[in-house]
């Protein structure tokens, strides 16, 4: 649930307190940023391959919208077929080479943002969750899993308090996302919730999303001049090719 779009992260209504509502951890109880524990959660959290996808998906929504739009690219199109693909594949690839050479700041981001949240025995319960069949299906598929207050509110109203009913915890969930889990599953999910770094989670998750959203919106705008340069370098080859072969 800490991966999303940056179309996603910034039309998203915060479903957990703002950040601010977080206490900093003491910096005597700091866990150290290299870590292994550190290591694990942000690794599960922040995986490129999906990142690559976002960044990507993210890229293509704006090409096709500008390219589209563009008289003298839809004329370039016409004269010279294949024009719009080859400069696709160029931005893409200029896009991807961007992402891996800022991917470590963003893990610095992630790692500052978690170390601020997480007491040590709080990590080892976050890496335990995060790396578990639920954990993983949570992250793919994102804040569409769940709704994390409601989710709460519905333990806290069960009859005996806090619990952790199949029932209860259907009602704060996607039904395709319930579809795809064991009863099992649901049960873990639900006493995660209710754990402090379970809380805690949730909690940071309006920062997450705004964070991630801000980098990748910067990472963009940032480097739109190396990618458009790309995009052009490929266009001419692939109208001087085409001419050759005439």
Known sequence: ??????????SATPAAPP????????????VSDSDPLVTVAVDCLLPKDRLEGQLISNFDKGFYDSFDKDPQAVELERQYPGTRAAALEAGRAAAK???LQAFADLRTIYVRMLTDTFLRQEFVQLDAFLQSPVGRKMVNLGEKAVDPNKLIDEARSSPNGLSVTQQSISRAMNPLFLDNMTDDEIKA???FA???PGRKFYALTPRVKRELADWMSGLLNGSMGDIQVAVARAVA???RNLKAAN
């Open 237 to 239: 080859d692939h109208i």
């Open 194 to 196: 209710l754990t402090p």
């Open 189 to 191: 999910l639900g006493r």
């Open 97 to 99: 080479t961007v992402l």
């Open 19 to 30: 950040p601010a509502a977080l206490p900093i951890v003491a910096p005597s109880l700091r």
């Open 1 to 10: 649930m800490l991966i999303f779009t940056a179309e996603d992260a910034r």
